[in-house]
């Protein structure tokens, strides 16, 4: 026995909205750039805070544990970022600064295990391949200014 048309179509029905449901769960749906931008800042004023926790350290023997603490500081934030779907049109931008978080905590990785083989000039050309103008041109890009370390160029 055939199914009925109207089955068909119920089933059919019922698959897409299925299908649709699990790609929304499983991608997000976009947040509006409102609430992106108030999670997005809120994420910044977190890390900002914990980071005024830290102190910096005075010698090359204090690096390492700064380093590591700073790294899993940075791990968290860029986490939380991470979680956010930004609307459609900042997604790339996004992606360009969580890479840039990335590259930053293995920055601090290298330059902890140089500083605990006392080697300045290691710890010198780990912190050369960050860019802060990179990470605030991208946090401007993401319409989060609030995350901005510096002032702009010009």
Do not use: N
Request: aromatic share 6%; proline share 7%; hydrophobic share 40%.
């Amino acid at each position: 026995m055939k199914p009925s048309r109207p089955v068909l179509l119920l089933a059919l029905l019922v698959l897409g909205a299925g299908a649709y449901w699990w790609l929304a769960v499983r991608e997000g749906e976009p947040l509006g750039e409102r609430e992106f931008v108030a999670r997005a800042s809120a994420a910044c004023e977190t890390v900002r805070s914990k980071r005024g926790e830290l102190t910096p350290p005075t010698s090359l023997e204090g690096l390492p544990e700064f380093a590591d603490r700073s790294r899993h500081l940075i791990g968290e934030f860029r986490d939380d970022l991470g979680e956010l779907v930004p609307p459609r049109d900042r997604e790339a931008d996004l992606e360009s600064l969580l890479a840039v978080l990335d590259q930053t905590r293995e920055a601090l990785a290298a330059a902890g295990e140089a500083a605990e083989q006392d080697d300045e000039e290691g710890v010198a050309r780990a912190f050369q391949t960050v860019s802060g103008e990179r990470s605030d041109k991208l946090f401007r890009a993401l319409g989060v200014p609030e995350c901005v370390e510096s002032e702009p160029p010009g």
